[in-house]
Structure formats: structure tokens, C-alpha cells
């Protein structure tokens, strides 16, 4: 099993330039997060998909981020314009949910750097 | 408003002594917690979890103690060893049927050899 699997693993772009963060969820996954870490606020949910069908946006900072599942293995965050507040590591987790178990699987992360 | 909260960012313990590490949440919903263990540039990984019916659950050298009517638990660790040194994140999931969680900011654990 490769895990989740994220990319780009960093990424340094311009502030005002759009950025595509891309996430393969673990093969018989049902639910996908996406997640941001900063210093001062540890680990913010920002979106989640279950089925492919996005059930919580309510994380996402601004109209500037948006999140698309197009099929089961594959799933994208999208900043656009990026700002340099939006500097920090951005966590893909994918989980299969039976009954009450919680327990999340989380890609490597994409530490992203706006100037 | 940060509905887990993590207040200590770091602690710093002797090889071989107890490391404890702290949580509390306001939410009277959340009725499974769990912690997560992350190394540098990993994302973070499952370590152990409990439910509210329970208030201690040991896997090995890592201990959950919930305490409902304080909303606290915490993540006690014996002995403590280098390898532990990570940041922990204590998570609650916040309703029964959606998997989702909510993540405190990290307690950055150092194990001093």
C-alpha cells in the first residue's frame, strides 16, 4: 500500500500566482481531507470529500481556495491568487470510515512558500 | 475559537522519565479522541485513541486518560525514549458519523538522552 500520496512535496511561488496542490487518497478510501499547519494554529481542517461529493467547506479560509474530487483517486487545492499569509504545509488525509472509527491517514504534506 | 486546545507548545523530559502531555475541549459533543505522533517533514500518524465511555486506554508504553467532567485528557508516555521526539496533536471527533476531527495546535515533545 503507497499511502497517500502528495505533490508537489514543496512548492515557492510569487504572491498572486495561482497554486495547485494534488492528492491520491489510499485505493478504497471513502473520505478525503485536506488540512493547513501553522505555528499558531496547529492543524485546521479546511475541506472534506466523502465519495467524492464535498461535505465541509466551511475551513476554507476564502474565495481564493477551492477543492475538487473529480474521481476517487484524485483530488486537488487550488489558491488562487496566492498571498504570502498562505505560506505553511497543506496535509491530504484519506480515511474508510466503518462505523466509528476516526482514524485518518495523512500524506507527507506540501510545504508551500508565497513571496 | 479553537475548540481543542493544546496549551503547552513544548516540553522537554529525561529519557526514561514519564512524559505527559495535555488536552482540553470545550465541545460537550465529542465522544472519540484520539492522538497523533508527527516527525519532521512526515505528516502526522494515528498513536492511540479513545472512546468516552472509557477513561483509560493503554497501548504499550502510551497511556489516554479522559477526564468528561473536566473535558481533558491527556497522553502519558513511560518511559519516555529519544525516538519520541515529535509534535503531538490531540484530536475529537466532533459527531459520531462523519469522521471528522478536530485538531488541537501540537505539543512539540523533546527527549533528552
Known amino acids: 500500500d503507497a499511502g497517500v500520496i502528495q505533490s508537489p512535496r514543496h512548492e515557492v511561488t510569487e504572491m498572486g500566482q495561482e497554486v495547485t496542490l494534488r492528492c491520491k487518497p489510499i485505493?478504497?478510501?471513502?473520505?478525503l481531507f485536506w488540512y493547513r499547519q501553522t505555528m499558531m494554529r496547529g492543524l485546521e481542517l479546511l475541506i472534506y470529500f466523502n465519495n467524492n461529493v464535498p461535505i465541509d467547506d466551511s475551513g476554507m479560509p476564502e474565495d481564493r481556495f477551492s477543492a475538487k474530487m473529480p474521481n476517487a483517486s484524485f483530488s486537488t487545492l487550488k489558491i488562487q491568487p496566492s498571498e504570502p499569509r498562505d505560506s505553511a504545509v497543506y496535509f491530504c488525509?484519506?480515511?474508510?470510515?466503518?462505523?466509528?472509527?476516526?482514524?485518518?491517514?495523512f500524506g507527507p504534506g506540501t510545504r508551500l512558500l508565497v513571496l | 475559537d479553537q475548540q481543542v486546545k493544546q496549551n503547552s507548545p513544548s516540553l522537554s523530559v529525561q529519557e526514561g522519565r514519564i512524559s505527559i502531555l495535555n488536552c482540553d475541549y470545550t465541545n460537550s459533543m465529542f465522544d472519540y479522541f484520539l492522538w497523533y505522533k508527527k516527525y519532521p517533514a512526515e505528516g502526522p500518524t494515528f498513536l492511540i485513541s479513545i472512546s468516552s465511555i472509557k477513561d483509560k486506554n493503554e497501548d504499550g508504553r502510551f497511556t489516554v486518560f479522559l477526564n468528561k467532567s473536566a473535558k481533558h485528557l491527556s497522553l502519558h508516555i513511560v518511559p519516555s525514549q529519544p525516538g519520541d521526539s515529535a509534535v503531538y496533536f490531540c484530536?475529537?471527533?466532533?459527531?459520531?458519523?462523519?469522521?471528522?476531527?478536530?485538531f488541537g495546535q501540537g505539543t512539540t515533545l523533546q527527549v533528552k538522552p
Open positions: 488525509a484519506s480515511s474508510h470510515f466503518r462505523g466509528r472509527t476516526e482514524t485518518q491517514y
Open positions: 485505493s478504497g478510501h471513502d473520505y
Open positions: 484530536a475529537a471527533s466532533d459527531h459520531g458519523n462523519t469522521g471528522k476531527l478536530i
